[in-house]
C-alpha cells in the first residue's frame, strides 16, 4: 500500500511555500549575536590576546574564552581531544580561540577584527608522515600516528608472485568541503524553567545534547537539543558546529543568542573528505580471476581525530571493493597533521578507494585483453563469497544483477567520436558503523485527539528520511495517512536514533520504525480498531490504561573485527551498485564534460522510488565534482569564488536502475542508498576519461588544468 510507492515528502509543501525558517533566519525578543575569533597560524602557542578594543565598542556585551568553560572544554565524536575554545596553543588555521557577543551581528564581527593576538609560531606538520625528522609530534612525544589498522585475509605476497599480470599504482586524493548551500547556524536560549535550549542545523540531535551537557557541567536533562530545518548536511554537521559556542553564549549572558556563519567562516572551519594516498598493487591469473591485492593507504585527519579511527579502518575493510579476492593484505594509516580537520563525508573514505580499485580492475583487464565488464562479473561477490573480512555472504547481494542491469548500454556504446570514452565503476558500502553497536530506537504514541504519532529522533538533512520512515509505519499499520503524524528532531520528544550518517536510517531506523509499528498494530487489533472501533476509543483506552507508548529499537547483528586482521562481520548487510558514465574530453581546453550516467543500485527494497532515485542523481553530482572540479586548498580557498561545484548545467542524462535482493534484516528487505549513490561515479569517470583520451588519471580531481597536462595540451 505504501512500500514502493512515491508518497509525496511530507515537508515538500511548507518548502515550496517558504514556510520552514532555517537557524540563521531565526529571531528571538532580546537576541544577541555571537561570533567567534580564529587562529591565523596552522600551528602557534598564543602568547596575549588583547581585547580592550573590543570590549570598548559599543554593544559588546560578552567575551568569552576557554576560562568561562565551565565544564570539559573538549569535544569528539570518537574521543573527546578536540578544545572546543583554544587553551594556550593552536593547531590549525581556523581554530576558534574566543567568542564575542554582542548586540547585532556587525557589531560581534567588527569586535573580533579588533582583537588582538601575539603568537609564538611553531613549525607546522603539513603533510603526513611518520619520520620524526619532517613531522615532529603535534600531539605530546607520541609521533604523529593516529592508527594504524592491518587486514590480512591468506598470503597476498605468495599470490602476488604467482599471478600472471600484476599492476601496481599509486593514487592520489584530496581536501573535498562539504558545500551544503545551508551554512552551519543556530539558536540558543533558557527556557521558562531555566533550561538551555539548542536549535541547531544539524545531523544528530542526541549526541550534541551529550556535549553540550559536558561543556557546561550540567545534567543531560537540562538540555534540550532541536534540529532546525537543515539545507544539507553530507555529514559535515555531524561534529559540533555552533552548539557549544552558543550554550556558552547563553550560559554566560541568559539571553537568547544567534550564532551562523559566513561562508569564509564555513570553509575555514568545516572538517573536510580525508585525502588519502593509496599504494595498489593487483594480481591476477590470465583467466581474469583476481588472485591477491595489496594496499597501502596513509591518511590525513588533519589536527583532531573527528572521524579519522572510522576512515582509516573503513578504508581498509572496502579496499578490494566489491570483489571475491583470495589473498589481501592491506595497512591504513591516519595521520595528524596541521591541516583542517578532516571528518566525516559522504562515504566516509570509500570514494576514494573506488577511485583506486575501478582504476586496477580496467588495467587488470587491458593487460589481459579483457572486456572491462566482463571481468566485473568474473570477480563481483555473489551469495557464497567470502569479503575481504572473510565475512560470508548469505544474502542481499545484487552487484552482478547491477552490472546486468547496465549491460545492454555497455554492449551497445558507440563512440561518437574520439573525444568520446564510456567508463565503469562498480562499489560495495557496508550500511552502519564498523563492527560496533549502532543501535536506534524510536517510540509510537496514541494521542488524546485519536492519532497515532511516530517520535522520532532521526534527523532529516533533505535525504527524505521522515517521509521513508513514515512509509514504514503506514504500511505496516495499514492505516491512512490522515491517522498518523510525526513528532520529530527534539530530544525532549524522541529516543536516540543515531545520526544521520552511515547510510542507516532507512536499514536501522526504519526497522526500529517497522517493530515499534508492529507492536501498535497488535495492540489495535486486540483493542478491535481493524474491526470497527473508532481510533479515536482506542486511543482513550489506551490512555486510560496507561499502555499508549510502544518502543521499537535495532542493533544489526556484527561482531567486531579482529584487532590485528580485521577479519570478522562489520556489517550486517552491504549495498552495492554499477555506474556506467559516457564522458566527452575537449582536447583543445581540456574541459571533461559529463554526458550520460546509467546508474544501477542494489537497494533491498525500494521504498519510495522517487526518493530513491533523487539520492542517486545528488550523488552523480557530488561525485562529478570529486571527480573534476573540487579541490579545498588549505589557506587559500575561501569562498566559492575559488571552489568549483557542479550546477545544473553540469549534470549529464541520468538513468537509475534498481535491484531488490532484499535484506532479511531490513524493513520490508530495505537497505541503504545514500552513500553507495556517490561512491563508484568518480571512479567511472575517471575511467571514461582515459577511454577517451588514452592517458590515466591518477590523482583527484581531473580538472582542467591536470588533464591538459596530462594529454599533452
Not at 164 to 184: C, G, I, K, P, Q
Not at 200 to 206: E, Y
Amino acid at each position: 500500500m505504501f512500500i514502493g510507492k512515491d508518497m509525496p515528502r511530507i515537508d515538500s509543501l511548507d518548502k515550496v511555500l517558504g514556510r520552514p525558517v532555517f537557524a540563521g533566519d531565526m529571531i528571538m525578543e532580546g537576541m544577541l549575536h555571537a561570533t567567534i575569533l580564529r587562529s591565523t597560524r596552522p600551528h602557534a602557542r598564543i602568547l596575549r590576546i588583547n581585547t580592550a578594543a573590543a570590549l570598548r565598542l559599543a554593544g559588546v556585551v560578552k567575551i568569552i574564552t576557554v576560562r568561562d568553560v565551565p565544564g570539559e572544554n573538549l569535544f569528539g565524536i570518537i574521543k573527546k581531544d578536540q578544545p572546543c575554545l583554544a587553551d594556550g596553543r593552536v593547531y590549525h588555521i581556523g581554530q576558534p580561540i574566543l567568542i564575542v557577543v554582542a548586540e547585532t551581528e556587525r557589531t560581534a564581527r567588527q569586535a573580533v577584527s579588533l582583537i588582538a593576538i601575539d603568537y609564538d609560531e611553531i613549525t607546522p606538520v603539513l603533510a603526513p608522515s611518520s619520520s620524526p625528522d619532517t613531522a615532529p609530534p603535534i600531539h605530546g612525544e607520541s609521533g604523529n600516528l593516529l592508527c594504524l589498522r592491518t587486514l590480512i585475509k591468506g598470503d597476498a605476497e605468495r599470490a602476488l608472485a604467482d599471478s600472471d599480470v600484476v599492476v601496481s599504482n599509486t593514487y592520489r586524493t584530496t581536501w573535498v568541503d562539504h558545500a551544503f548551500l545551508e551554512t552551519e547556524a543556530g539558536i540558543g536560549y533558557v527556557d521558562g524553567s531555566g533550561r538551555i535550549v539548542i536549535a541547531s542545523s544539524t545531523q544528530n540531535i542526541h549526541y550534541k545534547r551529550r556535549e553540550v551537557s559536558r561543556l557546561l557541567a550540567i545534567p543531560e536533562e537540562s538540555v534540550q537539543m532541536i534540529q532546525t530545518t537543515t539545507g544539507g548536511g553530507f555529514g559535515g554537521k555531524l561534529d559540533m558546529t555552533v552548539e557549544g559556542y552558543l550554550a556558552l553564549a547563553v550560559y554566560h549572558t541568559r539571553r537568547p543568542v544567534l550564532m551562523r556563519f559566513s561562508r569564509e567562516e564555513s570553509f575555514l572551519s568545516n572538517t573536510k573528505r580525508h585525502p588519502l594516498y593509496i599504494d595498489y598493487t593487483t594480481g591476477a591469473r590470465k583467466d581474469g580471476s583476481l588472485t591477491g591485492v595489496k594496499v597501502n593507504i596513509v591518511g590525513d585527519t588533519g589536527a583532531f581525530i573527528s572521524y579519522g579511527e572510522v576512515v582509516c579502518l573503513r578504508a581498509a575493510v572496502h579496499a578490494t571493493g566489491p570483489y571475491e579476492v583470495p589473498h589481501v593484505h592491506v595497512e591504513s594509516r591516519m595521520f595528524y597533521t596541521n591541516n583542517p580537520v578532516s571528518g566525516a563525508m559522504r562515504g566516509f573514505g570509500i570514494p576514494q578507494l573506488a577511485f583506486a580499485h575501478e582504476s586496477q580492475m580496467d588495467q587488470i583487464a587491458m593487460r589481459l585483453g579483457m572486456d572491462l565488464l566482463d571481468i566485473r562479473v568474473k570477480n563481483a561477490l555473489r551469495k557464497g563469497s567470502l569479503t575481504a573480512t572473510s565475512q560470508l555472504l548469505e544474502h542481499s547481494v545484487g552487484l552482478v544483477e547491477t552490472i546486468r542491469k547496465v549491460e545492454p548500454h555497455w554492449r551497445a556504446r558507440e563512440k561518437e567520436s574520439d573525444s568520446r570514452g564510456f567508463g565503469l565503476g562498480c562499489m560495495y558500502y557496508g550500511c552502519g558503523n564498523t563492527g560496533a553497536s549502532n543501535p536506534s530506537g524510536c517510540h509510537i504514541r496514541l494521542t488524546g485527539d485519536g492519532r497515532i504519532a511516530l517520535h522520532l529522533g532521526a534527523c532529516e538533512i533533505g535525504q527524505g528520511s521522515d517521509t521513508v520512515l513514515m512509509q514504514i509505519m503506514l504500511e505496516t499499520l495499514g492505516v491512512g495517512e490522515k491517522e498518523v503524524q510525526l513528532v520529530r528532531g527534539d530530544t525532549d520528544t524522541s529516543r536516540d536514533a543515531g545520526s544521520s550518517s552511515a547510510s542507516r536510517h532507512t536499514y536501522i531506523t526504519g526497522r526500529a520504525v517497522y517493530e515499534a509499528s508492529a507492536k501498535t498494530r497488535s495492540y489495535l487489533e486486540e483493542s478491535g480498531y481493524y474491526h470497527g472501533r473508532s481510533l479515536r476509543d482506542v486511543c482513550d483506552e489506551a490512555s486510560a490504561r496507561e499502555t499508549a507508548v510502544f518502543e521499537g529499537f535495532f542493533d544489526p547483528p556484527t561482531t567486531p573485527v579482529d584487532p590485528l586482521t580485521c577479519q570478522g562481520v562489520p556489517y550486517a548487510t552491504y549495498a552495492f551498485a554499477t555506474h556506467m558514465t559516457e564522458v566527452d574530453v575537449d582536447r583543445v581546453t581540456g574541459e571533461c564534460r559529463i554526458v550520460k550516467v546509467h546508474a544501477a543500485h542494489d537497494v533491498g527494497k525500494v521504498v519510495n522510488p522517487t526518493l530513491a532515485k533523487g539520492q542517486v542523481y545528488g550523488g552523480v553530482a557530488m561525485g562529478i565534482g570529486f571527480a573534476v572540479m573540487e579541490a579545498f586548498e588549505p589557506g587559500k580557498t575561501e569562498s566559492f569564488d575559488g571552489y568549483y561545484i557542479p550546477t545544473s548545467m553540469d549534470m549529464p542524462d541520468i538513468e537509475v536502475y534498481f535491484v531488490e535482493d532484499e535484506e532479511p534484516t531490513g524493513p520490508f528487505g530495505a537497505k541503504g542508498v545514500g552513500e553507495p549513490a556517490l561512491i563508484p561515479q568518480a571512479a567511472a569517470i575517471v575511467n571514461a576519461i582515459t577511454d577517451a583520451t588514452g592517458a590515466r588519471p591518477f590523482e583527484l580531481p581531473v580538472h582542467v588544468e591536470r588533464l591538459k597536462k596530462l594529454i599533452g595540451l
